[in-house]
Every structure is written in C-alpha cells, then in structure tokens.
C-alpha cells in the first residue's frame, strides 16, 4: 500500500505563489510518474502537472504552463509543484497522484487527501 501525504496550499492573492508538495511512502520499488490534478467547484477534476521517468518527462496543463512547475526529489519520493503568477482560475482543490510500482506487486494508483488553493483579492 503507498500513501501520499500532501502539504502547502492556502490562500493567496493573485500575482503570488504558492507550492504544494507530496510525499509518497510505502510499500514502493518505484515511483513510475507523480502528478498534480486540481478540481474547481462544479468542474471535472483535470490534470496541472505530470512527471515521470525520474524527472525526464514532464507535462503541463497549458493553462499553467510557464507559471507552474514541477520537480522530484528522487531520495524521498516527493514531487513539488511550484505555483507563480496566480489566477482567481486557480482556485480549486489540488490532489497529488501517483502510480508506483509496489515491492513485489504491480503497478498501484493512489491519490492524496487534496489541498485547497485560493486565490482572491
């Protein structure tokens, strides 16, 4: 079982910056990609920010690209998403995934608690 343990969000006015990171623990071989997904009121959830391949492949929403991004620190299975030039748009609840390659299992699916990030005046 791996669990993902999610922390920064908040609010914050438009212009800022915030950064969400996620922790994976667990019963993990390896991590195969890490991403970020956000889910606005009364909307689908969508993907922000995806990584993969230790950091060799990464993929934005292009509603964020060149204002978000995002990185790995490999030795503990943590992704960060840093969050510059805030929208109001941003505005949602942010979810860590992550699909990992278990210590003599498959490949598991798991999601984060979500983060709320607002942005507003």
């Known amino acids: 079982q791996v669990q993902l343990e999610e922390s920064g969000g908040g609010s914050v006015q438009p212009g800022g910056s915030l950064r969400l990171s996620c922790a994976a623990t667990?019963?993990?071989?390896?991590?195969?990609?890490m991403g970020w997904y956000r889910q606005a009121p009364g909307k689908q959830r969508e993907l922000v920010a995806n990584i993969a391949g230790g950091g060799s492949r990464i993929n934005y929403a292009d509603s964020v690209k060149g204002r978000f991004t995002i990185f790995m620190d490999n030795p503990k299975n943590t992704a960060s998403l840093e969050m510059n030039s805030l929208k109001p748009e941003d505005t949602a609840v942010y979810y860590c995934r992550a699909d990992v390659y278990e210590v003599g299992g498959g490949l598991v699916g798991s999601w984060g608690q979500g983060t709320q990030v607002t942005v507003s005046s």
């Open positions: 667990g019963n993990i071989f390896v991590i195969n990609n």
